[in-house]
């Protein structure tokens, strides 16, 4: 056998590219405002591209902490500053391009009233529109039953 291997020309070993599927970092928050009736309301974002409603999230930039991401993104999709509060959980799920990418929450409330009132929202390309309703609705809307789950068990004021 030895000698077999040793003719012919060298073997060269494939190349594995182990950062071909590398896990995706990201990191969201579920945003907590008191409704007129007094009880508590979760903000939601619809996003045209996958036509999904979920919670404010997105990528990690190069050398962010999530809980700066999460605070990032928020602002970004939404348009309101908040204020980080307790961690809320994760999930983890397979994105659509096959990546794994884990998603870690925190809660957060506006840093005004007046940012997080209804109809202050100003669409952009990522979010054409965002709903605040009670954890029940929003149970009822999320579209993914990862971020159902996530919802069910956060430490959302009751």
């Known amino acids: 056998m030895a000698r077999r291997l040793a003719s012919g020309p060298p073997q060269v070993a494939a190349q594995v590219d182990v950062s071909a599927h590398p896990t995706v970092r990201a990191a969201g928050g579920i945003v907590v405002r008191r409704g007129d009736d007094g009880g508590w309301q979760v903000l939601l974002i619809h996003r045209p591209r996958y036509d999904d409603w979920s919670m404010p999230k997105g990528k990690a930039d190069p050398g ?53 009132a209804d109809g202050t929202f100003v669409a952009n390309d990522e979010v054409d529109e965002v709903l605040w309703c009670s954890v029940a609705e929003a149970t009822e809307r999320l579209t993914y039953s990862h971020d159902r789950k996530l919802l069910a068990k956060a430490p959302v004021p009751s």
């Open 64 to 116: 962010e902490r999530d809980e700066e991401t999460a605070l990032r993104e928020v602002e970004e999709e939404t348009g309101l500053r908040c204020t980080l509060g307790a961690p809320a959980g994760r999930t983890r799920y397979r994105d659509s391009k096959g990546r794994d990418k884990v998603v870690h929450y925190w809660l957060m409330a506006p840093e005004s009233d007046e940012a997080a």
